[in-house]
């Protein structure tokens, strides 16, 4: 083949050659995902909710007082530390999706409506510990952070986004649904069976706040459960002529009385609604129960968390 004296037309040559000898061959198979390269602790600034004051403060010591709050001091390390883990992940999370809480103009607040839990009074050896044993631990699911939920007792099997939290604003495959804990076995009397009355009146009242109708009078044959979800759990209700999901009915009675959607019996008493059930809490993610019971086993942080989440990376972003 004669080339052309020209630069032009040298290169469109070369490129033909070049596509015929590599046209029959396989792309290169792309990369696995790699962490960043291990940086330097950020720092952040924390809204105090109570005083209104913004101060800065390095984020491993945020993570001391979130854990202080989320979780008993006097449990095994390992177990503090799985929830510091989990912490140190939300708290990422929320600044780079949601910009921390732009409201008070700060990566975050000590308002656990907005933000997390925080009280930092409770901090003690075992959570310093518990933090700096993780220190820049964090979960991700092919190089994004995880939503990282947790639940104080998930009744002895854990549940999906889905059907605990009624959550299906994206995928969520790396929560592992219907794993047993043995939870159940270790927990407080009032995780393993508790029942509480609610009046009617608050019913039709919390219905009406979820669904914006009023679902009408109520009776024992017009209240019930119509749906379980995979791990047993009440994922939808009939409250008169409204259908509501478990979770936001939850949620609208108040979620430290209708302790979870875990039930076993939801039904009209006299001018109650009378509802029984087990465990404390969603149920997605990681069960704090369960996490005590696996620390007192000897099981790691990590451990831990791998229990309770799948094909994830737990990735040290920082020194």
Known sequence: MKLPKNKK??????????????SGCPPKAKKPFEPKKVGKEPTITLYINETGERKRIPIEEYIQGVVAAEMDTSWPVNALAAQAILARTFTMKQIKTKGGVPQHKADASTSVEEFQAYDASKINDNVRKAVAMTRGEVIRYKGEYINAWFSACDGGESASAAEGLAYHKEKTPYIKAGVKDGCINITVPENKSWTIRFPLASVRGAVKEVTGKDPGPLNSSNVKIIKWGPSGRAESLRIGNTVVSGPALRLALGNDKMRSIFLN???VEG??????????????GMCQWGARKFAEQGKSPEDIIRFYFRDITIDKMWK
Do not use: A, D, Q
């Open 9 to 22: 037309g040298l290169c469109l040559v070369l490129g033909i050659i070049i596509t015929l000898l590599f």
């Open 265 to 267: 019996k939801f039904t």
């Open 271 to 284: 001018n109650n609604l009378v509802v029984s059930g087990k465990g404390y809490g969603h149920g997605v």
